[in-house]
């Protein structure tokens, strides 16, 4: 899998957006591996793009250096880098990161599938909470095991982050601005039909 810190946590890791394009594409096209995961955790940013002439969701990598990795920008890698064939899971803990995805404009469905875990819908931008993470970290990799449906990791994921926000609650670490919207985002015959890491 390959792991994008935040800039929460590492705000050194990247200091060009090219670079990080490149090791998500060094990462994508990479054959030998037919089903991949792309994992982030940190601050997801929702803006007009005046350029589209749209809104856009980004992932902030290094707030000091102003990256961001748009989901254009990701969808586009994915489009041109992930062989056919191949399965791409992306986990993203971030605010708005429901959005990451456009489903519309990725090409070949039928061959290559990509299944988004989103911490927080598109338009919530509180899906940060105490001082040791997300919810849906906490929950994701407490849920996600290999051969398991991933509709029963969406279920289950929901489950795992209002306990541990309740648990939060009870011990005064709890911030109020948080809203619990996991969502898994492609079609229902997906969800339904494949398993985690097959």
Not at 22 to 49: C, W
Request: net charge negative; charged share 30%; with cysteine.
């Amino acid at each position: 899998h390959l792991r994008l810190a935040g800039a929460p946590y590492k705000p050194d890791v990247f200091s060009r957006l090219s670079e990080v394009r490149e090791a998500v594409q060094d990462f994508l096209r990479d054959d030998s591996v037919p089903n991949k995961m792309i994992y982030f955790s940190g601050h997801g940013t929702h803006r007009f793009n005046t350029e589209l002439g749209r809104s856009e969701e980004a992932l902030e990598l290094n707030r000091e250096h102003r990256i961001y990795y748009t989901d254009s920008e990701l969808t586009e890698d994915i489009n041109y880098f992930l062989p056919r064939g191949q399965m791409l899971y992306l986990a993203l803990d971030a605010c708005h990161s429901e959005g990451m995805l456009n489903l519309w404009e990725l090409a070949d469905r039928t061959t290559k599938k990509v299944v988004l875990f989103a911490g927080a819908s598109t338009d919530v931008d509180a899906a940060y909470t105490f001082d040791d993470g997300g919810y849906f970290t906490k929950a994701f990799t407490e849920c996600a095991k290999p051969g398991k449906k991933l509709c029963q990791i969406q279920e289950d994921v929901l489950v795992a982050e209002k306990r541990h926000k309740q648990e939060s609650i009870s011990a005064g670490k709890h911030a109020p601005r948080c809203e619990i919207t996991p969502t898994a985002s492609y079609s229902q015959e997906v969800l339904r039909s494949h398993r985690f890491l097959q």
